[in-house]
């Protein structure tokens, strides 16, 4: 089983939809985070959850709006997004705060806004 | 805002060459990290560098990170197909307490013909 999971591996919603991503780590991490990967430019970071609680919040739209029900678990719920939203999100774990601590990937939901 | 500017951002080589992919900035970091993305999948960590100067291997890849902690550059010896990817940098700002908030730079994509 791999470290970081996340699904599902493909969305394609219209502007009107609500959707969730789901990610699950098996790492025994204790901080999670939303990253959206588009197009020549560099990962953005959305979210960071340490120990279940929102540490970061990089100025997202409120159209996202992210969940951590347990150390384990991270959510991002959609709704009413734009075309510009489509990219690739991606979810990492780490240990927190262990000194120059890896990102742990999962493979990334690639999400089509139409 | 803290920026980490990668060159070349795509490289297309003929197997069994040699190549250099940049990460600069104006800011120092506490670290820089490397990692490599392949097609449908997230970004996998290959190194940490974390004290100036210091220069680290990976089979064919080496690492260097600068005196001053504000670029780092990544050499492939004899490149493979399997070398083929996505390779990113990734920062921690001097100060960011470990929360994880790695500033990655645009990716350098590279092309490994057989």
């Known amino acids: 089983e791999t470290g970081v999971t996340q699904t599902p591996r493909h969305l394609v919603m219209g502007m009107t939809n609500k959707k969730s991503l789901k990610c699950e780590q098996h790492?025994?991490?204790?901080?999670m985070y939303w990253y959206k990967q588009s197009a020549k430019k560099p990962l953005e970071l959305m979210f960071v959850?340490?120990?279940?609680?929102?540490?970061e919040n990089n100025s997202v739209p409120s159209r996202f709006s992210p969940e951590c029900p347990n150390s384990s678990h991270l959510f991002l719920h959609l709704h009413t997004l734009q075309p510009e939203d489509s990219a690739l999100y991606l979810c990492?774990?780490?240990?927190?705060?262990?000194?120059?601590?890896?990102?742990?990937f999962g493979n990334g939901t690639r999400l089509t806004v139409t | 805002t803290q920026l980490l500017e990668q060159s070349p951002q795509f490289l297309s080589i003929q197997e069994g060459e040699n190549l250099t992919v940049y990460c600069n900035s104006s800011?120092?970091?506490?670290?820089l990290q490397w990692y490599r993305q392949e097609p449908g999948e997230g970004p996998v960590l290959l190194v940490t560098?974390?004290?100036?100067?210091e220069v680290k291997k990976l089979k064919r890849l080496t690492f260097q990170f600068g005196d001053a902690r504000k670029d780092s550059s990544l050499h492939i010896t004899a490149a493979q197909p399997g070398d083929t990817g996505l390779y990113l940098c990734a920062g921690d700002p001097s100060g960011s307490s470990n929360t994880g908030k790695l500033i990655f730079g645009q990716g350098t994509t590279l092309q490994v013909k057989p």
């Open positions: 800011s120092v970091f506490s670290s």
């Open positions: 959850y340490s120990l279940e609680e929102r540490v």
């Open positions: 990492a774990s780490s240990q927190a705060p262990v000194e120059n601590s890896p990102l742990h």
């Open positions: 560098v974390v004290t100036g100067g």
């Open positions: 790492l025994g991490h204790n901080a």
